[in-house]
């Protein structure tokens, strides 16, 4: 097979330079992001992190315009739905990556490290359920009420237990990997892994470091709201490649405004129940689309649109007003 038949080949119902194009851009923001940006180990502040989140939903602004450039308006609605689902619903995520780095005590220095390589696992992990997933649909239609019902059942259960804050201490994947490696509770600079004297033999061993632990729980959180995020992307539509895409630049774009959201994650405590609305109208979108037809992707983002822009008006004001009492 020559370069041309190569790069022309349908993967996933799209060119292989479409997806090479994605990756290599992804490739060339992370090199930015640690070889230049983030090449000395440093504080990350609040401005900064705007001013790179900005940047970050700015690009994402610009492959939705290469979308509607290549595949058309409802693709390019549906690829601003699906950067808006996945931006919203990681929102939660923050929270709780948040209480992980305060669980473990790693430094505000050596987060963005943590943060950066939980990237990479997005990556790989996101394409492989949006692959799998996509699979699933194209020969099973009946999937598709399966997301439905899961994601009405997250939302109702999401409206019940907005003030539950996950326990760390008693996670499995804590407690397995505990059995997998020598930990220590000491922060070493950036390293994830250390040489220590073994205190029985004396000989020098290897140790997870408390971010090494971090990360594993970040990149287990992942997964974990992936399985959210992933079937209500799929409501919106069937295209892996703006699946993939939108939900990328979202994890892109939140995970460098981390810094700023983290100090201020109080403020969006009442923004849950936004979401579990949100939930609530994919999952009936899902049945109203395989009944009766698909919504008009413009319908659904303003949809989506307004009632995150609630939660967060309603969200901002309630906290505002229980500070000041």
Known sequence: ???????????????????????????????????????????????????????????????????????????????????????????????????????????RIYQHRVLFWGIIGVIVMRGTMIFLGAALVHEFDWVMYLFGAF???????????????????????????????RVTDRVDGNHFFIHAPHPVTGKMVRYATPLFMALVLVEFVDLVFAVDSVPAIFAITKDPFIVYTSNIFAVLGLRSLYFALAAMIHRFHYLKYALALVLIFIGGKIFYTQIWGKMDPAISLGITFAILVSGVVYSFLRTRREGAV
């Open 1 to 107: 097979m020559d370069i041309a038949s190569f790069l022309f080949a349908p993967v996933m119902g799209k060119p292989a330079w479409m997806w090479l194009l994605f990756l290599g851009i992804v490739l060339t923001i992370l090199v930015l992001d640690l070889g230049v940006l983030h090449r000395k180990q440093r504080e990350i502040g609040v401005r900064e992190s705007m001013l790179l989140s900005l940047g970050y939903m700015g690009l994402a602004g610009l492959f939705g315009l290469y979308v509607l450039w290549q595949m058309g308006g409802n693709a390019a609605a549906e690829f601003y739905t699906g950067y808006l689902i996945e931006w919203s619903l990681s929102l939660d995520n923050v929270f709780v990556i948040s209480l992980i780095f305060t669980y473990f005590h790693v430094p």
């Open 151 to 181: 994601l009405l059942f997250t939302g109702v259960k999401l409206l019940m237990t907005v003030d539950s804050e996950p326990d760390i201490a008693s996670n499995p994947v804590l407690k397995i990997t505990r059995r997998l490696f």
